[in-house]
């Protein structure tokens, strides 16, 4: 099967920009008050969208390992300062943006470079066809995990803390005491790619496998490079969970196993 891909036309796009028309109207007769939120958004989509085109067209017609490594960099960093909005309790000074980034770094980076050597093995290895797109998908899964993880982590932190240093006092290390909160965070990072996989297929196709059905790929392979995408995101979200909240812990803690939320930003 190997149809060919259907372009898409400036005609095309205005006929279903019509629909994000009709949510802001209907935003606008129930005053609702996200008409202008939903312009600027639709706006800054459009335009990202445009930008990545440009810069990916220039990319591979190089193919060069330093601006793949460049716009591999670049998106590391837009997605650590999405990591951190999302906080509700934020790490002082610049761990509030180092631990999440460079947990998520550290994941998302070692798990696209195993795919792209051991199972996809595009040659050069690096290609951006290849390496930014897993990197992207693998990366805005990797970022919801860490963000929630410690979101949860920090959140739980404070609201058990009288707990906490009760055990600590009774001779608890701090592994020990905050087993618990721990826990929670890395459930409530894993829960979203858990509930994924058990949708996919049945409630949803995904966007890797649907954008190789339009694309005229075969349904088996496309099948199995979305198994392979799936894994490669289970992967990467758990190994940055664990980096972040363990981290976290051993930053709102110290050497004498005290529990230090005074180094909570605020």
Do not use: C, K
């Not at 600590?168 to 701090?174: E, K, P, S, T």
């Amino acid at each position: 099967m190997n149809a060919a891909a259907i372009p898409v036309s400036n005609l095309d796009l205005a006929l279903a920009s019509m629909l994000v028309v009709a949510n802001g109207a209907l935003a606008i007769v129930l005053r609702l008050r996200i008409a202008g939120a939903l312009a600027v958004a639709t706006v800054r989509m459009m335009l990202q969208l445009t930008l990545t085109a440009l810069v990916l067209i220039a990319l591979f017609r190089t193919v060069s390992p330093l601006w793949t490594a460049v716009a591999a960099t670049a998106m590391v960093g837009f997605a650590g300062r999405e990591i951190l909005a999302r906080q509700e309790r934020r790490l002082a000074g610049w761990w509030a943006y180092g631990l999440g980034t460079g947990a998520m770094l550290l994941a998302a980076s070692l798990v696209t470079i195993f795919a792209l050597v051991g199972q996809v093995q595009p040659d050069p290895w690096y290609h951006p066809r290849w390496a930014l797109p897993l990197l992207g998908m693998i990366l805005g899964n990797t970022m919801t995990g860490v963000a929630l993880g410690l979101d949860t982590l920090t959140s739980r932190l404070a609201r058990d803390r009288a707990g906490i240093e009760a055990q600590l006092a009774l001779g608890a290390d701090r592994h020990e005491a905050m087993r618990p909160a721990a826990r929670q965070a890395l459930r409530t990072a894993l829960m979203p790619i858990i509930n994924a996989m058990a949708a996919t297929g049945l409630v949803s196709l995904p966007g890797m496998m649907t954008g190789q059905l339009l694309a005229g790929a075969d349904p088996e392979q496309a099948v199995r490079y979305q198994i392979l995408v799936m894994f490669l995101i289970a992967g990467g979200t758990a190994a940055g969970a664990l980096a972040a909240v363990f981290g976290g812990i051993y930053r709102l803690t110290d050497s004498r196993h005290r529990l230090r939320l005074d180094r909570l930003a605020g």
